[in-house]
């Protein structure tokens, strides 16, 4: 194309662009309207919709209308009625209403006068019924002191019967013993002459059946001898014969004949002459036989006669025995020292609201319960008293066990002077989802989430444990104790190996595993033959559930505790004073954790529990075992001892004994906290995440405001002082307790780690030269851990939370070592003056219950979300109810809950299956608005519930009023649910072969994960099926 036609083109294109856009700016001008047709558009509207209004105007208008002259007509038919009225009327409408006002007004009175001698009846039947109560206790009183002189008498006269029974005894045994003996010397002897008699003949028989048999043996060789000689001759004769040539042949064969059949007689006698002999020779064997058989069974019964003597005399022999070893144990029994009892008390505290003591987490606060808490007490008394007792919570503060010696002290039903600071011995278990604001000290009362000091929660814990104690002592009678030892596997791991392994490559090595796993139980039977309870100490911690799960439970160790106890007929609710007591108590669980699959990252309330179950389970197996092989043991038997002292671990001077550690001084540290205390534990629980675990002190890296308690406290960085501004315990109690020469308890108020604890137990064996020595952490006081020099100097959680400084531990094992050696002596040891209470009790920010109230329509109780059934074992049924606060009734020995199963074969009633202590039950409360609360249950059907109909019931209390300040209990009650047999899946047939689809089914199948059963699943073959057909089922 030439380059001049280029610019032609472009102007045709650009007038062609010019047209079709002036065509269609024209069509656009004829599509918009004028002016004119958009007014008349808008008259239109406007006009249309005038009138709509007008027509609903004027509808509107005529219903006014309508509705006046109804009140119109309504008014007059009014003022007729009253124009009808006269006062005549009104004045009768008038007198009877006063009338009937006079006649209630005395029905009143009348009511008032017989409700006033009802009460006055009431008052005087009560006070005959006090008196009554008052003469049968005074009875009971002289009953049971009458009872116990004859008791007393009966079992003096008993140890005279059975000494007299044990002489009478044992000179039968002599008598009989000399008896037999002289009878098993004349058997023996008949015996040796019937041997010697029986040998003799019988070797008589053998040498006369020798010389027979050699007789005709020579009988014999001279017979064939002879014939044989005949032959020859008789053949030399035919010789000769044959020789002579005159001899006719017939006479030659006359004589062979002749002679042949003389040899033929000869063979004939000879055969006569073996059947002779061989018919001899047997009849000789079967005399000799019969003979031998006669004597065989004539010696048989003989021995069978003596057998059966001498079984006779033997067990004659072991009935005096057993009589004997009977009496022996009656009179053991019976002259033995020991006396044992065990009680237990609901301590749960408050439901709500309350912050938890362990995690320091400040969303953790009490929303209900999972498990409820109990004190579980052992008294032990023989020349002198110990109380155990185990409690289901988070600490043992200096202030608990003050005011539990106080109470005790001052308890009616025990003898002044019988418990005190000495002989008193509390150990906590360490669950971290107890109710905390148990202490005087601000350190451990005022961190989050707790609010400073909770009086009801310290009320309710310490009256709990009072009541554990005195049951026990009352309960007390003669026992005996057993002891056996086993190893728990699966329930525990090391949490800071890192700190473990700095220990000396030579300590450790004496050791198989890296915490303890070795369980040590008590088992303690009545003499009675009844069982009274166990105690076991196995080391770990009860940090199963996290620090999210906000409802109160035991952890591992409470659940084993009530499954133990369920198991031998303790059903808490029934609240019998003398009941079977399981106390799984705590150890040396400084640094053991019980999450054995590996640190916990994130919520998950489910696998909690299931790692929880698999923990409980663990030391639940073993102490089944133990408990069974205790009770094969010999008792222990023995005095009961115990020592006690104060010790201020501000500033305990080390001997050069002790002095270990020479770049440390010779004594320990004020109480102080370091950084990596902050840092919480991979394991269990971070606290501020920022903070690594292990951070030690360098002179160059960290600055110090504290430079004395710096260098004192060595590797760790303190982070507060806490002792020196009286925030945390430093004058804190030790306790040594020995029964006989045979078991020791070794009480201390920290959390000692594995390595700590072995040495320990090690210093009290050394001296004490006892084997069965148990550490029991967390008793009568608490302040922090307790490592060794070496774990210290790893500044990991533990070791920053050793309040004392790197020489604690030494200094604990001096401590001892004097307990030790003051028991003894019999001496009581030095000790410092008690402790003060702390200023931390008057500090709370607690808000009580003002008023609950319910939204409107409904009643405290009233369900709000109903239960949706059928269910099946394994599915969850859950309940919501209108419900009050739960701090206005903790309800101690009580429950908050019921499960209801409905027994027809009982007449129709419904019967309890579980409470609030139950594993397998929840009770949440929330707060819905300001004053109204919500209580959410749920229960867990357990695989193996009976099918029938169940309902659950809620136990509560409510303040209606603010002004009253009174409580008010209600009740309330789901539907009837019904619990079905959980179904079978149906097998699949197997289709006929074509384009096939492959449809795979889950099937459970057990292994072992995380040292516990799970359920996986794993996959079945394919199973193969037309894919036609599996369209048709689904379109259907």
């Given at each position: ?73 309504e008014a007059r038919e009014t003022h007729a009625v009253l124009s009808s009225l006269t006062t005549e009327s009104l004045a009768r409408v008038h007198d009877s209403h006063q009338a009937r006002t006079q006649a209630l007004e005395a029905q009143l009175v009348a009511e008032h006068d017989r409700r006033r001698v009802f009460e006055s009846a009431c008052e005087t039947q ?655 006081a608490y302040c922090g851990y307790m490592t060794t020099r070496e774990e210290y100097a790893v500044q990991r959680y533990e070791g920053a939370s050793t309040h004392f400084g790197p020489n604690q531990l030494v200094a604990t094992q001096q401590q001892f070592e004097v307990l030790a050696s003051a028991l003894q002596r019999r001496e009581a040891p030095p000790t410092c ?204």
């Amino acid at each position: 194309m030439p380059a001049n036609d280029t610019p032609q083109i472009l102007e045709s294109q650009l007038a062609s662009l010019l047209r079709q856009l002036g065509k269609r700016v024209a069509c656009l001008e004829a599509a918009v309207p004028s002016p004119g047709q958009l007014e008349d558009a808008t008259a239109v509207h406007l006009d249309r919709h005038c009138a709509d209004i007008e027509h609903r105007l004027v509808l509107k208008l005529k219903e006014t209308v309508a509705t006046r002259d109804r009140l119109q007509d309504e008014a007059r038919e009014t003022h007729a009625v009253l124009s009808s009225l006269t006062t005549e009327s009104l004045a009768r409408v008038h007198d009877s209403h006063q009338a009937r006002t006079q006649a209630l007004e005395a029905q009143l009175v009348a009511e008032h006068d017989r409700r006033r001698v009802f009460e006055s009846a009431c008052e005087t039947q009560w006070q005959q019924l006090h008196m009554a109560i008052e003469l049968v206790k005074a009875q009971c009183d002289a009953f049971e002191r009458t009872e116990h002189a004859q008791l007393r008498k009966w079992m003096d006269a008993q140890t005279t019967r059975h000494a007299q029974l044990a002489d009478r005894y044992a000179a039968e045994i002599a008598d009989l013993r000399t008896v037999a003996s002289g009878r098993l010397e004349a058997v023996e002897a008949t015996l040796a002459d019937k041997t010697a008699l029986l040998q003799a003949a019988h070797t008589t028989l053998e040498k006369v059946i020798a010389a027979e048999i050699q007789k005709r043996a020579a009988g014999e060789v001279e017979l064939r001898t002879a014939y044989a000689s005949s032959l020859e001759k008789l053949h030399e004769q035919w010789r000769l014969e044959m020789k002579t040539a005159g001899m006719p042949h017939a006479a030659a064969i006359a004589t062979l004949q002749a002679n042949v059949r003389a040899v033929g007689d000869v063979h004939r006698a000879q055969a006569q002459l073996e059947e002779r002999q061989t018919e001899r020779h047997s009849q000789l064997l079967e005399s000799q036989q019969t003979a031998l058989g006669a004597i065989r069974r004539d010696v048989e019964s003989r021995l069978w006669q003596l057998e059966m003597q001498l079984k006779t005399t033997a067990r004659d022999c072991q009935v005096v025995q057993t009589q004997v070893r009977t009496v022996e144990k009656t009179l053991a029994l019976f002259s033995i020292g020991m006396r044992l009892g065990a009680g237990i008390y609901d301590i749960t505290g408050p439901a709500a609201e309350v912050g938890m003591f362990g995690y320091a987490k400040a969303h953790q606060t009490t929303t209900g319960i999972h498990m409820r808490l109990r004190a579980r007490a052992f008294v032990f008394e023989e020349a002198s008293t110990l109380a155990f007792v185990s409690v289901d919570t988070g600490c043992i503060t200096m202030a608990i066990s003050r005011e539990v010696v106080a109470r005790l002290t001052a308890h009616p039903k025990i003898p002044q002077g019988t418990f005190s600071t000495t002989n008193v011995l509390l150990s906590a278990t360490h669950t971290h989802c107890a109710p905390g604001g148990l202490s005087d000290f601000l350190i451990y009362s005022m961190h989050p989430p707790l609010k400073g000091f909770d009086k009801q929660n310290f009320e309710c814990i310490v009256s709990g444990i009072v009541e554990a104690v005195a049951r026990a002592y009352g309960n007390l009678q003669p026992g005996v104790i057993r002891v056996a030892r086993g190893n728990c596997f699966g329930a525990s791991v090391n949490r800071s190996v890192e700190a473990y392994n700095a220990n000396p490559e030579s300590e450790r090595s004496k050791y198989e595993h890296d915490t303890d796993k070795e369980m040590v139980l008590w088992r303690l039977d009545g003499l009675d033959g009844f069982p009274i309870g166990m105690i076991n100490w196995f080391a770990v911690h009860p940090t199963s559930m996290g620090s999210w799960f906000t409802l109160i439970t035991g952890d591992n160790k409470g659940y084993a505790s009530h499954v133990f106890e369920r198991e031998q007929g303790n059903h808490h609710l029934l609240d019998r004073p003398r009941s079977f007591v399981a106390a799984f108590a705590q150890s040396n669980e400084g640094d053991v954790s019980p999450n054995i699959c590996g640190p916990r990252h994130c919520c998950n309330e489910k696998q909690d529990l299931t790692r929880m179950l698999q923990v409980a389970e663990a030391q639940l197996s073993t102490a089944r075992q133990l408990y069974v092989q205790a009770a094969s043991a010999p008792p222990v038997a023995g005095a009961v001892r115990v020592v006690h002292q104060f010790v201020d671990y501000n500033a305990i001077p080390l001997s050069d004994k002790w002095h270990v550690y020479k770049e440390c001084a010779p004594t320990t540290s004020p109480g102080c906290i370091g950084v990596s205390m902050l840092s919480g534990t991979t394991f269990d629980g971070r606290g501020i995440s920022a903070i690594p675990e292990g951070l030690t002190w360098g002179r160059g890296d960290w600055l110090t405001l504290v430079p004395q308690a710096q260098a004192d406290q060595k590797e760790k960085i303190v982070a507060f002082p806490t002792a020196a501004y009286g925030m945390s315990p430093s004058v804190l109690p030790l306790q040594l307790a020995t029964i006989g020469d045979a078991l020791a308890i070794a009480a201390l108020p920290f959390e000692t780690t594995t390595m700590a604890g072995r040495r320990l137990r090690a210093t009290v064996q050394a001296i004490l030269g006892i084997a069965d020595v148990v550490v029991a952490g967390l008793a009568n006081a608490y302040c922090g851990y307790m490592t060794t020099r070496e774990e210290y100097a790893v500044q990991r959680y533990e070791g920053a939370s050793t309040h004392f400084g790197p020489n604690q531990l030494v200094a604990t094992q001096q401590q001892f070592e004097v307990l030790a050696s003051a028991l003894q002596r019999r001496e009581a040891p030095p000790t410092c003056p008690p402790p003060t209470q702390g200023f931390a009790t008057t500090t709370h920010w607690h808000t009580p219950v003002i008023q609950d109230a319910v939204p409107n329509g409904v009643e405290f109780g009233d369900v709000a979300v109903d239960v949706q059934g059928p269910f099946h074992p394994g599915q969850t049924v859950r309940v919501v109810f209108h419900a009050g606060h739960p701090k206005n009734n903790l309800r101690t020995q009580k429950t908050f809950l019921e499960v209801q199963a409905w027994r027809p074969d009982l007449g129709g009633v419904w019967v309890l299956t579980a409470d609030d202590a139950s594993p397998d039950t929840f009770y949440h409360w929330k707060r819905v608005g300001v004053r109204t609360s919500q209580v959410t249950v749920e229960w867990t059907i357990p695989v193996g519930t009976l099918p029938g109909r169940y309902r659950i019931k809620h136990h509560g209390d409510c303040k209606p009023s603010w002004a009253k300040h009174e409580t008010m209990s209600y009740e309330g009650f789901s539907s009837a649910f019904v619990v079905e047999p959980r179904p079978t899946t149906p097998l699949l047939v197997v289709a006929p072969m074509g384009k096939e689809a492959a449809v795979s089914t889950p099937v459970a199948t057990t292994h072992v994960s995380c040292d516990a059963p799970v359920v996986a699943k794993k996959r079945r073959p394919s199973i193969l099926l037309d894919h036609r057909q599996l369209f048709k089922k689904a379109t259907v």
